[in-house]
């Protein structure tokens, strides 16, 4: 156990029981509870129910009632939440704000290194890029090209459904069908099932 020092050298300790009430709020700068070698590295209280933490003077965390704050003041300090074998499970780019899933050094608002699974609806309000090559979307139901009518459609470039484009058919009657509509649309995409 450490002692505690009740005065502001090394042997005035005094023998504490029960609780310890701060007699100064303290400030980021200043934290009321902090080391004696290193005294702007520590804790202060930011308002009723609010604990701040600071290091080298600068808030880097608060925490209240309702909510626990990261990086309050905006500075450009990263923020990183590892897992299991993974360093950059979560990682927030203090310079941006883009956000890295897997990724330490997000190029993107939010830049995913693995897999994603969506299991609900997703909605794209903007242009695909699949390596480089733009594909857009167009159209609201019902999309007709050519003989088949669809919900939505795809097509190599950003724009109008052209000759390239293909409508994916809102009324697949079987399996076998939507597959091989699925395999026709990669590879009008240039790309390979």
Do not use: C, K
């Amino acid at each position: 156990m450490a002692n505690i020092y009740t005065g502001s050298d090394v042997g005035q300790e005094d023998a504490i029981v029960g609780e310890i009430t701060l007699v100064t709020d303290g400030a980021a700068g200043t934290p009321a509870l902090n080391w004696l070698s290193d005294t702007d590295t520590g804790l202060f209280l930011a308002g009723t129910g609010i604990i701040g933490f600071s290091t080298a003077g600068t808030e880097r965390v608060r925490m209240g009632t309702t909510e626990l704050t990261v990086n309050d003041g905006g500075n450009d300090v990263d923020f990183r939440i590892e897992g299991v074998g993974v360093a950059n499970a979560l990682f927030v780019q203090g310079s941006d704000g883009f956000v890295g899933i897997g990724n330490g050094a997000p190029t993107v608002a939010l830049h995913v290194t693995g897999s994603v699974l969506i299991s609900t609806d997703l909605e794209i309000d903007g242009v695909l890029n699949h390596d480089g090559t733009t594909v857009g979307f167009y159209g609201e139901p019902p999309v007709t090209q050519g003989t088949a009518t669809g919900i939505a459609g795809f097509a190599p470039t950003a724009g109008a459904p052209s000759a390239d484009s293909t409508v994916v058919d809102s009324n697949f009657n079987d399996v076998a069908t939507a597959i091989n509509s699925i395999v026709t649309l990669l590879s009008d995409l240039g790309l390979s099932a």
